[in-house]
């Protein structure tokens, strides 16, 4: 209402800003951020000035999240030239961010980087914070990209703990909770690249601990953080049934959002001109926060004390290898990976034994347009079994020599593996891996015979893949099956229309030894095929038939001994 560029409308879009990034918005934050900037600019707001800053901040924050490092430098780069003329302004306004020691660090300016988070960590209020916690575990990714191992282990190892006790929320007003499980994935993955560093080493014994088994336990928290905080946040809503704890858990959140309405307040008084701040106002502020913060403290340690069992599964503990050990059964091995960007991390923990920890140097794109590449063979978009293009044996195989091979004596003598993965390799059939470098010989009939002596994984090991390796207890947790469930029945390759099932009977009365040619020309119907694109719904009608799963069937059904007299059904 007072116009498009005024001032207020410009704080109206800040508050925009902050608060699409809370939800992880970061391209929309970043176009909200530089209208904002736009507004201050063509209302004479110099670059000197607070706002400008604070704007600058705002943008510079949006494209750290969006890993875009050399713009957020450049912008970042900006305010400090811009204030140049007023250090104390500067020193309030933009030293000592760790948006821009993060972005320093992911250009390789590590030393400046130090010196952002050294300032960072002096004005932390309370030194054991999660906020001082989050500037240590940087300050050690920092260290460690100089070299300085021993200094960097120190500042992981204070930071560390604190960090993965997910009770405590990370009370800073100047990043969104994105932008801290962010950081937190930074850390962590820091700090899982210094372990594999120091792996061997005299430090790994000054150190006192297994750094394989240290590791692997991190990795656990940085695999899942999101979907893990959502998970715990559900089954804890479940759990507070009691009346006094179901009071204690709303007075706790009541407090939280009141932090947080007051840290809006007081950002915004900060955003004010200087000769216009009204200091006594900010300074009530600051100890408005600052006795919320103790409260929720107190609540925090109440219900750890009166109800341990619900501050368990607020905050539950890392999985360790010793716990993931238990789970297995004789002839298992568990793999796990972790990919960062520039290392894949891969741990084969063996039913008894030394846990094999190994760092592969394919980072996350490496091993992105690995998987892309081998998926081409898999996810065709072929129209006929004769146009399904070759499946690059040679380049699975060096997949299989960077994360596997390494780790081999964790998982070598296993008969069944258990594989947690991680990033891209999510979508990549492990199974499908070659142990040894092999050659597809001239291409022969039938179609596909060249890949008969294809050395695959699956071939000496079996294969499951798992979401995380807490499911891997939880699933061997379960109670048995009800002994008195009814006989198995299974209904495979169905029909979806009539179509279909006409089709199905011309195609059975052709002739059942089809030809060369008839095999390469025979058509693909994927499962995923169906296009519903533009589409308000969809009907059964437009599946494609199952043929796989009549055999799946019928396989489950011999290895049950059952009847297969009801053939007729599949």
Not at 198 to 220: N, Q, S, W
Not at 368 to 373: G, H, I, K, L, P
Not at 375 to 386: C, E, N, V, Y
Not at 446 to 471: E, I, K, Q
């Amino acid at each position: 209402k007072r116009g498009r560029y005024s001032p207020h409308t410009a704080l109206v879009l800040a508050a925009l800003v902050d608060a699409i990034a809370e939800q992880g918005r970061f391209a929309e934050a970043e176009t909200l951020a530089r209208a904002v900037l736009d507004i201050y600019q063509k209302t004479g707001a110099s670059d000197d000035s607070a706002v400008a800053a604070l704007a600058r901040n705002r943008l510079a924050s949006s494209l750290v999240s969006q890993g875009r490092w050399r713009e957020a430098l450049a912008e970042y780069e900006a305010v400090r030239k811009g204030m140049a003329g007023d250090p104390e302004g500067y020193r309030r306004f933009a030293q000592g961010n760790a948006g821009f020691a993060v972005a320093l660090l992911r250009t390789g300016q590590a030393e400046r980087a130090i010196e952002q988070l050294q300032v960072a960590l002096e004005r932390s209020t309370r030194a054991w914070s999660p906020r001082a916690a989050h500037i240590r575990g940087l300050l050690g990714t920092a260290y460690a990209a100089t070299g300085d191992r021993q200094r960097a282990l120190q500042e992981f190892a204070a930071a560390v703990p604190v960090l993965l006790n997910r009770a405590e929320d990370v009370d800073d007003e100047s990043t969104t909770r994105p932008a801290r499980d962010r950081r937190l994935g930074m850390v962590l993955a820091g700090y899982i690249g210094l372990l594999a560093d120091i792996k061997g080493t005299p430090l790994e014994k000054d150190a006192g601990m297994d750094v394989g088994a240290e590791a692997f336990r991190l990795a656990d928290v940085a695999r899942g953080q999101s979907v893990q905080r959502a998970l715990d946040a559900s089954a804890a809503r479940a759990a507070a049934k009691t009346p006094a704890l179901a009071d204690l858990v709303r007075r706790e959140q009541d407090v939280k959002k009141q932090i947080g309405a007051l840290h809006a307040v007081l950002a915004n008084a900060l955003g004010q001109p200087t000769d216009q701040q009204d200091q006594k106002v900010i300074a009530s502020l600051r100890g408005q926060i600052d006795t919320l913060r103790r409260a929720r403290e107190s609540l925090a340690a109440q219900v750890s004390k009166e109800f341990p069992s619900y501050a368990e599964l607020l905050n539950p503990r890392p999985t360790t290898v010793e716990q993931a050990r238990a789970s297995l059964r004789p002839g298992e091995a568990l793999i796990t990976t972790y990919v960062t960007d520039d290392r894949t991390f891969v741990w084969a923990v063996p039913p008894s034994g030394s846990v094999a920890f190994a760092a592969s140097p394919m980072g996350a794109k490496a091993i992105a347009d690995t998987v892309a590449a081998l998926r081409k063979a898999l996810d065709p978009s072929a129209k006929t079994l004769g146009d399904v293009p070759e499946f690059d044996v040679r380049r699975a195989h060096d997949l299989y020599r960077a994360l596997l091979e390494p780790v081999k004596a964790g998982w070598e003598q296993a008969e069944s593996l258990l594989i947690v993965a991680h990033g891209p390799l999510g979508q990549l059939p492990f199974s499908l891996l070659p142990t040894k470098p092999v050659t597809l010989g001239a291409e022969q009939e039938p179609l596909f015979a060249n890949y008969r002596a294809v050395p695959w994984l699956v071939r000496t090991h079996a294969v499951t893949v798992l979401p995380s390796v807490s499911a891997l207890a939880t699933l061997r947790a379960l109670p048995p099956g009800d002994p008195g469930r009814r006989p198995f029945a299974g209904f495979g390759d169905p029909y979806f229309s009539p179509e279909q099932a006409a089709r199905a009977a011309r195609q059975e009365a052709r002739t059942q030894v089809a030809t060369a040619l008839e095999t390469r020309g025979r058509p693909i119907s994927l499962r995923n095929s169906p296009k519903t694109e533009g589409l308000d719904s969809s009907q059964l009608a437009m599946l494609p038939r199952l043929p796989d799963t009549a055999e799946e069937v019928r396989s489950i059904a011999l290895a049950m001994n059952a009847d297969l007299t009801l053939d007729v059904f599949l």
